[in-house]
């Protein structure tokens, strides 16, 4: 995997974080390279250590001015990279890497659009919508979070083999495709990153027995 930090990457960054189209894309620097470390994958076994309990907060990348994102969602679905880095392999140019996913994926902003995409490695042509802009990723991310934990009792032991954990899991993602849809309509659709996502939450893929309970209160 080659990732590579660019000279005048704040520039466009800013750029990108604002939805503006820069004048010349960046050329990048051979000198310097680093791969991102993985993110934690999403637990499918109560024997394995349990994830921490969601709470949103925004960190800002090294070399972007402006560019913050949020550290993490709920689990392996996303985790933001310590720096952002041009996808330099890519054959679609001005793929700007912010996030990674438990598969390997990246979440990156283009730098001609300011769209957020996924692409499953840095090489893929193939981009996954998730949002329109940065702003909006922010936002879906927080009312995800906020959501949490789909009215399930953290002090609860429940059988997601129920009829009723059943139901609560579906209404659970189709309250996140709602607040989802509502923030950011035009790229919440069928086939892309949030939509999926509260598929995999109404799976009880995201179930409060997945995480570790709060320290304090929640509320």
């Known amino acids: 995997m080659c990732l590579y930090r660019l000279p005048g990457m704040a520039e466009a960054l800013a750029r990108a974080a604002e939805g503006e189209r820069p004048e010349e894309d960046p050329t990048p620097e051979p000198a310097r390279r680093a791969a991102p470390p993985d993110p934690p994958g999403i637990l499918r076994s109560v024997d394995e250590d349990l994830l921490p309990w969601p709470v949103f907060d925004l960190v800002r990348l090294p070399g972007g001015a402006d560019l913050e994102v ?27 890497a912010f996030g990674r996913d438990a598969g390997g994926g990246f979440f990156c902003v283009t730098a001609d659009t300011g769209h957020v995409v996924y692409v499953v490695t840095d090489t893929a042509p193939e981009t996954v919508p998730v949002n329109t802009d940065l702003a909006r990723f922010r ?16 002090a609860a032991e429940p059988d997601d083999r129920s009829d009723g954990a ?44 997945w995480y570790r309970p709060p320290a304090g209160p929640t509320g």
């Open 70 to 96: 949020p550290r993490r969602i709920l689990g392996g679905e996303y985790v933001a990279l310590d720096a952002a880095y041009v996808l330099d392999r890519n054959p679609r140019a001005g793929l700007i």
């Open 139 to 154: 936002e879906c991310a927080r009312a995800v979070v906020e959501l949490f934990p789909f009215g399930e009792d953290p």
């Open 166 to 209: 059943a139901e609560a899991h579906e209404r659970a993602g189709a309250a996140v495709r709602a607040v989802t849809e509502r923030i950011d309509p035009p790229l919440v659709e069928a086939g892309g990153f949030w939509f999926d996502l509260s598929y995999d939450i109404a799976m009880g893929d995201r179930a409060v027995r």
